[in-house]
C-alpha cells in the first residue's frame, strides 16, 4: 500500500504540445503486460539527461550519454521494462544500439536521434527481437494525451502509476509541464532515478538542458531513498518542446527561468517523493531534515545515513520510538569531529534529545504519539553551523523483504 | 536459527589462570534474566580495547578510554545488558562512572581499576541502582571456570551463547586463550564489535596490548557486518594474565608473538564470525571475498557494498540466483574508476560473470544449487591489481524485521 499516493487522472494531466506517448505489450518478460512505451518528440525539442553513477551503468545508459553528446536532436525514447539489459557486457551495448536502429528506422530519423531506456532484471539478455516485434504497435499507439499510460508502461514493481502536472507562466504564456516516474526498489539515486521523464511546451534554449536536468535531480530525485541500492539504469530525462509562445529563455537566473525551474523543481520532486511512497513494503513516509550543519553535504550524509538504517526503518515499521537508533546512525554518518553533546533531535514537534542524552520533558507516549503518523519528520540539529539538507525515505517491512524474496520467482 | 553455530560445551572452554567470572540477574530491563557480569582479574594482568567510532560512543565506552589510558592495572570488568548508556548525555557518565565507584569498593581497588560495559536499549537512564545492588551477588559467584556463563550473561538478542578456546605452544609453555562475544544486530563493527572479551594466561609486555588487540580486530570483528549499523557501545577487550611460565612477550614478530598472535587470531574470527551466523533473522552464512583490487581497502569497500545491500541479502535469503545484484553493488561501491568490463564473479565454484556480462556457459541451475547451501562464498575479482580481502555477513529474512520490530515491545 503506497503512503498518501494514488493514481494519477489522466484529465488532470496535461499534454505537452510536441510530445506524443505509445504503448504496447510486447512480452519482454511475461505476457499481457504493457512493458513497451515510446515518447516521440517534433523535430527541435531540446533535451538533457542525467544518469546513474553506479560504474555498472546498464547498456542503455551508455547508449543515452552517446546519442545525447551526438547531439543530433532527439526525436525518441523506447522504454522497457521486464529486464534492465545491464551486466550483459558487449551483447548488451549491441542490443541497446539494434534498439535504437530499429525505432529510428521506423521514425525515418537517425538512430543516434533515438534514447533507449530498459528496467527490470539485470544479468538478463534483452529480448531484443520482442521489442522490435512491439514496436510498430506502440508507435501507432502515439498520441499527446497518454501521459498515464506511459506512467503505467514503465511500472516494475511500483504498485501506482506515477504522474503529475503543472501549469506555469512564463514570458506571458500559460506553460504546461508533465513528468512521469517508475521505481519502488534498488532505489538510491545518484544523480537520477530509476526512471523519470519530465517535457514542457517551453522555449528553453538547448545548452540550459543538462544545467536544467541537473538541478532539478538534485532537488528532487538525488534526495530520496528507498533501500540505498543505487540502480545500474537510473536514468532521469528533461525535454523541452518549444511550443509555446514566448522569448526562448537563455539563462535560469532570469525571471522566466525560475518560474519555470520552480515549477518544474515541484513536479520533480512529487515524482520523486511518489517513488518513496510506493517504497517497496513502504507503510511511512519519512522526511529526515539535518540541520545546524557546516555545510550541506555533511547534513546529506548524516540524514542519509538515518534514512538507511534498517534499525531505524524497521523501528518505523513497529511505530516504536526506539529513538536511540537515530542517534547511533548520527554518530557513525562519518563526520569524524562531531560533538554528540551539542545535537538536538526533533520527531515531527515533538523534542526527543537535548545536547546529546535525552530531553528530560521527552515523554514516551509523545514520541509514540508521532511514530503512529503515516508521514513523520525527523529533525536532527548537528549545533556547527548554519547548513541544513533534507532526503525522504520510507520505513522497512516484512513486505520488503517478501518483494525482494519473491520478485524473480 | 543461527546458522551452522551451536551453543559452547563448558567443558571445552578451557580456563585462564587470573581470571574469574561472576554473573547475577539484576533485574536491569527485565526479571529473571542473567544481566550483570563482572570478570576479575588477579593484579598484573595486561588490557587493551579497540571501542567503537561512532560519534555517539556510549558513556561506558567514554570511560573505558579514560581508564585504560589512566594506567593504573585493570583488576575488574562489569558488563551489563538491557540497557546501553548511550545517548544518555553528562548523566550517562555520571552513572557509567558510580558503577565504577561501586565495583571498586567491593573489591578494594580504585574505580580507574574498573571498566565499564553496557549493551541493550539506547537513550534510557541506566538503572544504578539495580546495578550497585546486583554486584555483590556477581562477585560472590566468580570463579575461573564461568566462562560459558560469561557468554549467556551478556547476550541480548543473540539465540546462542558464543564462545571459543584454544590451546597452543609458547616459548616451551602451554598458553590457554578463551574469549566470549555479544552481538546479533546493530553489527557493522569499526574498530570493535557489540562486546568481545578475550583472555589469555600468556605473558605479554604491557605496550603490545594495544597492538594486538587493533590487529585481532582488523582479522575478525572488523570484517563482520549484519545490518551495517555500526553501535554506539562496540568494545573489545584482550587480557593477558601472565600467569604461564614462559619468556615475555615483548614483540609480536617473535616466533612466540606469532605463535601467540595465530591462535588469537583465529580465537577472535570465530566469535566475530558466531556474531553473523546468528545474525538477527539469518539463515544463511555468506562469505564475501574480493580480489584482484588495487589495495585491500578498495576491495574491503566494494565487499562491504555487497554485505549491505538489502536485494543480494533478501536474493540470498530467497535462495534466488538474481545475481545481477551483485554486480549492482560492485558497481556503486565508490570506485570512481572501476572498469566493468574487467570484472568476473564466482559464487562458490560457478563462474557467474565474466568480463562485466553474464559468462555464456553460465546455468541458471548452477547458481541455484550453490544458492540453497547454507554457506556460500562470493567472489568478485576486479581485475586491477593483486590486493584482496574478505568480509562475512548474513541474509535479510523476515525475521530480521520482526526481531527489530518487537525489540523494545
Redesign the interface.
Known amino acids: 500500500m503506497p503512503v498518501n499516493l494514488s493514481a494519477p487522472d489522466p484529465k488532470a494531466l496535461h499534454s505537452v504540445s510536441g510530445v506524443r506517448i505509445g504503448v504496447t505489450e510486447a512480452g519482454v518478460r511475461k505476457a499481457g503486460r504493457k512493458d513497451l512505451t515510446v515518447v516521440l518528440l517534433d523535430e527541435g525539442a531540446s533535451v538533457g539527461g542525467v544518469f546513474t553513477?553506479?560504474?555498472?551503468?546498464a547498456a542503455p545508459v551508455q547508449v543515452c550519454r552517446d546519442h545525447l553528446a551526438a547531439n543530433f536532436g532527439i526525436r525518441a525514447l523506447v522504454i522497457n521494462t521486464g529486464n534492465?539489459n545491464?551486466?550483459?557486457?558487449?551483447?548488451?551495448l549491441t542490443r541497446a544500439r539494434a534498439t535504437c536502429i530499429a525505432a529510428a528506422r521506423l521514425l525515418d530519423v537517425a538512430p543516434e536521434q533515438v534514447l533507449p531506456f530498459s528496467t527490470g532484471?539485470?544479468?538478463?539478455?534483452l529480448p531484443l527481437d520482442r521489442i522490435e516485434a512491439g514496436l510498430p504497435a506502440a508507435i501507432d499507439d502515439a498520441k499527446p494525451e497518454h501521459w498515464a499510460r506511459a506512467a503505467e508502461g514503465i511500472m516494475t514493481t511500483d504498485t501506482v502509476p506515477k504522474a503529475f502536472s503543472r501549469q506555469v507562466q512564463v514570458g506571458g504564456a500559460t506553460i504546461n509541464i508533465t513528468g512521469v516516474s517508475k521505481g519502488a526498489?534498488?532505489i538510491?539515486p545518484?544523480m537520477a532515478t530509476m526512471l523519470g521523464f519530465m517535457a514542457t511546451d517551453a522555449c528553453v534554449a538547448p545548452e540550459l538542458m543538462q544545467p536544467l536536468a541537473r538541478q532539478l535531480a538534485e532537488g528532487s530525485f538525488n534526495r530520496v531513498t528507498v533501500?540505498?541500492?543505487?540502480?545500474?539504469n537510473d536514468s532521469f530525462v528533461v525535454i523541452a518542446t518549444g511550443k509555446a509562445s514566448h522569448a526562448v529563455i537563455r539563462t535560469l537566473d532570469s525571471a522566466e527561468g525560475q518560474a519555470l525551474l520552480e515549477a518544474m523543481q515541484e513536479v520533480a520532486r512529487l515524482l520523486a517523493q511518489a517513488i518513496v511512497r510506493d517504497g517497496e513494503g513502504a507503510t511511512k513516509f519519512i522526511t529526515v531534515k539535518v540541520e545546524g550543519g557546516r555545510d550541506a553535504a555533511e547534513c546529506r550524509q548524516v540524514a542519509y545515513a538515518i534514512a538507511?538504517?534498517?534499525?531505524v526503518k524497521?523501528?518505523f515499521?513497529?511505530s516504536?520510538p526506539?529513538?536511540?537508533?537515530i542517534?547511533?546512525?548520527?554518530?557513525?554518518?562519518g563526520?569524524?569531529d562531531?560533538?554528540?553533546?551539542g545535537?538536538d533531535l526533533f520527531l515531527d514537534d515533538v523534542h526527543v534529545?537535548?545536547?546529546?542524552?535525552?530531553n528530560p520533558a521527552y515523554r514516551e507516549e509523545d514520541g509514540q504519539r508521532v511514530m503512529a503518523r503515516s508521514e513523520i519528520t525527523v529533525r536532527v540539529v548537528l549545533g556547527r553551523g548554519q547548513a541544513s539538507d533534507t532526503v525522504w525515505t520510507c520505513d522497512?517491512?516484512?513486505d520488503?523483504?517478501?518483494i525482494?524474496?519473491?520478485?524473480?520467482?
Open positions: 553513477q553506479n560504474r555498472f551503468c534492465a545491464a551486466g550483459t557486457g558487449e551483447d548488451g532484471v539485470i544479468m538478463e539478455p526498489g534498488m538510491r545518484n533501500d540505498g541500492d543505487t540502480s545500474t538507511h538504517s534498517p534499525l524497521t523501528a515499521f513497529a516504536d526506539n529513538l536511540g537508533r542517534l547511533a546512525a548520527v554518530g557513525y554518518a563526520i569524524a562531531l560533538d554528540q553533546t545535537i534529545a537535548v545536547k546529546g542524552g535525552r522497512l517491512s516484512y520488503y523483504v517478501s525482494n524474496a519473491d520478485y524473480r520467482s
